[in-house]
């Protein structure tokens, strides 16, 4: 149902775009968040975007990171500028739907920011 991209390799200081495509569901009626995961550690919430265009940051992410919604390509977007090593993570993308509470997750992507 949602499928991750856009994980690569990048030198610190640098950009990737994270993308997550949705099929089977009416995507923008949901509320989609990135959340990242670290070997060892808990999947953190990294961003999220309301079914009504509202979003929210973690303290790390706000400034450098934005999420978007293209409803027209049923895909949400996360833009990500001036990474960290400690940006270097597996990012996952889920979608929620409030009033059932019925969520999807998708297969992480990549991503390794060298110092």
């Known amino acids: 149902q949602l499928q991750a991209s856009g994980g690569g390799l990048v030198q610190a200081g640098g950009s990737l775009r994270l993308s997550c495509a949705a099929s089977?569901?009416?995507?923008?009626?949901?509320?989609v968040g990135w959340y990242r995961q670290t070997p060892g550690n808990q999947r953190e919430l990294v961003a999220t975007?309301?079914?009504?265009?509202?979003?929210d940051y973690a303290d790390s992410a706000k400034g450098r990171f934005t999420i978007s919604r293209d409803v027209a390509k049923n895909t949400v977007y996360l833009q990500m500028n001036s990474l960290k090593p400690e940006d270097t993570a597996v990012y996952y993308c889920?979608?929620?739907?409030?009033?059932?509470?019925?969520?999807?997750w998708g297969k992480g992507t990549l991503v390794t920011v060298s110092s």
């Open positions: 889920n979608a929620r739907f409030a009033l059932s509470g019925t969520n999807y």
């Open positions: 089977g569901i009416t995507f923008s009626l949901y509320g």
């Open positions: 975007v309301s079914a009504g265009g509202s979003t």
